[in-house]
């Protein structure tokens, strides 16, 4: 049983959620008003893992036969044969099918909204194949995340959660830019479209820091706006050290996901749940 997890937990690259899931988390507390209550919180933790692993799987399905000719995916699971197409549908299947019954059991909002979720969550994929703003396509999908998890808590469209949605939208769309270097040759061979395909390694990279400089003020109004207080601000503010490092001051020209800068996106999630979690929670 062990063994069969770690297959599909590697396929669906389940230790990636370290981005998403504090966002999401940020928001359900705030849809609460404080600590959600254990019904919420594991339905809200069912959506996201089946919404992640329906889109991760599906990903890896509709690529096989792209990841097969790049070198750097081409060991993943679908093209070294550890897994069959048609384990990954079936995969694929039930995880969408769990999404909407959790999203029917949270409110009449969420499930209503399910369909429109696991369209833009399974959509991105095929962006890549048209447009260049496919890393954009993979932000959206990824920065709903607050908001559907303040919807799940409160039954309602919030701003805060909205706006932390946005910034996780724009820090995302910049990660996967810098991610997408990896492949830019690859990705010009094959006819698939990215930011470095169209612009180079280095006007991604200058186009990833820019995005990402939209996210720290987006973070400061969210706080602004729900009236945080000084340990808010100095999350925001460290939040610009780690920008400053990862685009400007860090050494070398490699910004891959082998290194410290997947450590430092990470990190930036983390600071985002537990400045929420402080003022949500302790700040009187």
């Known amino acids: 049983m062990f063994e069969e997890f770690k297959l599909w ?44 692993n329906a889109a991760m799987a599906w990903n890896r399905l509709m690529d096989r036969d792209i990841d097969v000719k790049n070198e750097r995916t081409r060991r993943r699971h679908l093209p070294a044969g550890l ?3 048609r384990a990954v ?8 099918a769990l999404f909407v019954l959790f999203a029917a059991l949270l409110n009449p909002l969420c499930f209503a909204l399910s369909p429109v979720a696991l369209l833009l969550v399974l959509g ?11 890393h954009a396509a993979l932000g959206l999908a990824i920065g709903i995340s607050p908001l559907a998890a303040a919807i799940a808590a409160s039954g309602y469209f919030l701003a805060v959660p909205a706006l932390l949605g946005a910034s996780l939208l724009f820090w995302m ?26 612009l180079g390694r280095r006007g991604a990279l200058r186009l990833a820091a ?27 503010l460290f939040i610009v050290a780690l920008l400053l490092w990862m685009h400007l001051f860090r050494k070398g020209d490699d910004l891959s996901m082998q290194d410290g800068f997947f450590r430092a996106n990470a990190l930036v999630s983390l600071l985002v749940f537990l400045g929420t979690a402080w003022e949500m929670l302790f700040r009187s």
Not at 34 to 44: D, E, N, S
Not at 124 to 134: E, G, I, L, P, S
């Open 9 to 52: 937990s590697g396929l669906v690259r389940l230790s990636h959620t370290v981005f998403a899931l504090p966002f999401a988390l940020a928001g359900l507390l705030i849809g609460s008003g404080g600590l959600p209550t254990p019904r919420i919180f594991l339905l809200v933790l069912g959506c996201m893992v089946t919404a992640r």
């Open 83 to 85: 897994v069959t197409p």
């Open 89 to 96: 549908a079936i995969f694929v299947a039930v995880n969408a």
């Open 124 to 134: 991105y994929t095929h962006t890549k194949r048209f447009t260049a703003f496919c």
């Open 173 to 198: 769309t910049g990660f996967d830019i810098v991610y997408a270097t990896q492949d830019e040759s690859d990705d010009r061979a094959l006819g698939l479209h990215s930011v470095p395909a169209a």
């Open 210 to 236: 820019i995005l990402h400089a939209v996210v720290p003020p987006l973070l400061w109004l969210c706080g602004r706006l729900s009236g945080w207080g000084m340990a808010w601000n100095g999350i925001c």
